[in-house]
């Protein structure tokens, strides 16, 4: 079972850009995707984006959609979310996760991460 891991999480300002990383343990297989989640407090998980590892296939929630973006680095089984232009509604945690379906569903992705926190100060 690969196991997530991320980092990159902090306190920034609104306006600022910060940069997830999602490691995984093991191999990543061809036919994946690979998603970033969000919950802030006392709110649902929310859907952010996802990816297919192989290809540039992308879908982004519409509250991030144009200041996020989401990378990956085969070599190095590792995925990214670039969050620009951070607003305070952007604070939660984030956490990651690989599926087979390209899904918005969190249901859909059967390894995730810890999570790592995001706080943006206005």
């Known amino acids: 079972q690969v196991q997530l891991t991320e980092s990159g999480g902090g306190l920034v300002q609104a306006g600022s850009s910060l940069t997830l990383s999602c490691s995984a343990s093991?191999?990543?297989?061809?036919?994946?995707?690979v998603a970033w989640f969000r919950q802030a407090p006392g709110k649902e998980r929310e859907f952010v984006g996802l990816r297919r590892w192989k290809t540039p296939s992308s879908d982004y929630g519409d509250s991030v959609k144009g200041r996020f973006t989401i990378s990956t680095d085969s070599p190095k089984y590792t995925f990214y979310l670039q969050m620009n232009n951070l607003r305070p509604e952007d604070t939660a945690v984030y956490s990651c996760a690989i599926g087979s379906q390209y899904s918005r569903g969190e249901s859909d992705y059967r390894t995730w991460g810890q999570g790592t926190q995001v706080t943006v100060s206005s």
């Open positions: 093991g191999r990543i297989y061809s036919s994946a995707v």
